[in-house]
């Protein structure tokens, strides 16, 4: 059975500083997702990665992959309070687009 | 743009009533997908379907069916709403490696 685990599950950030959010899954993949979601909103998807090594830059936020360790990370630079939010990953199953979620992580940039 | 809708943002039902919750999709995808997410506990997948009139279980289908008659349309069904199906729910259509969630339905049962 698939698990995915995400740490930090909370992370208080001040603005400007730097941070990383790492998803661990246990079992092979070729898929990986990172999704943001505002309070009381959808999930709004950030990255796909889709093999081992692939690196995404999107603003602030930096996606990798390395599915030989089964870990991707998140990565902020230079966090500002717009990206409060929860973020999440999500690891397909390799079985007609199922994913297996994390628990998300909580972000909070404050001044 | 893709667009996921839901039919209710918010509902609130008594316990025993029968629940439809209804996602419509207007891409002709073929794959959907109905997810709950509960604090602490991310996304969970009750029921996916690859087709019309095609449906599987996912990880948490207890107390849950769904319907698949139209290929846009997407329906999860709780025969008998209890308290601990108070959740938010999230439907899903996928096109290729992209998956697009609709807006979701905060469900309250007392």
């Known amino acids: 059975e698939l698990k995915v685990e995400q740490n930090p599950l909370f992370l208080s950030m001040q603005e400007g500083k730097n941070y990383t959010i790492y998803c661990n899954y246990s079992?092979?993949?070729?898929?990986l997702y990172w999704y943001r979601q505002d309070p009381g909103k959808s999930l709004e998807s950030l990255f796909v990665?889709?093999?081992?090594?692939a690196v995404k830059q999107e603003g602030r936020l930096m996606a990798s992959l390395d599915t030989k360790a089964r870990l991707s990370t998140l990565h902020i630079t230079a966090a500002v309070h717009d990206l409060s939010a929860t973020y999440f990953c999500?690891?397909?199953?390799?079985?007609?687009?199922?994913?297996?979620f994390g628990t998300g992580t909580r972000l909070a940039v404050r001044p | 743009d893709v667009k996921v809708t839901q039919s209710s943002r918010y509902l609130v039902k008594r316990t025993g009533e029968k629940v439809f919750l209804e996602c419509v999709q207007d891409m002709d995808h073929e794959n959907m997908f109905w997810y709950r997410q509960d604090p602490g506990l991310g996304l969970r997948l009750i029921y996916f379907s690859y087709d019309v009139k095609m449906k599987e279980k996912g990880d948490i289908p207890e107390g849950y069916s769904v319907s698949r008659e139209k290929k846009e349309r997407f329906s999860l069904i709780l025969e008998s709403a209890s308290t601990n199906q108070t959740s938010m729910y999230l439907c899903?259509?996928?096109?290729?490696?992209?998956?697009?969630f609709g807006p979701g339905t905060r469900l309250t049962v007392t």
């Open positions: 999500a690891v397909d199953r390799s079985s007609g687009d199922k994913l297996t």
């Open positions: 079992t092979t993949s070729d898929r």
């Open positions: 990665l889709l093999s081992n090594g």
């Open positions: 899903a259509s996928t096109s290729g490696y992209e998956q697009y």
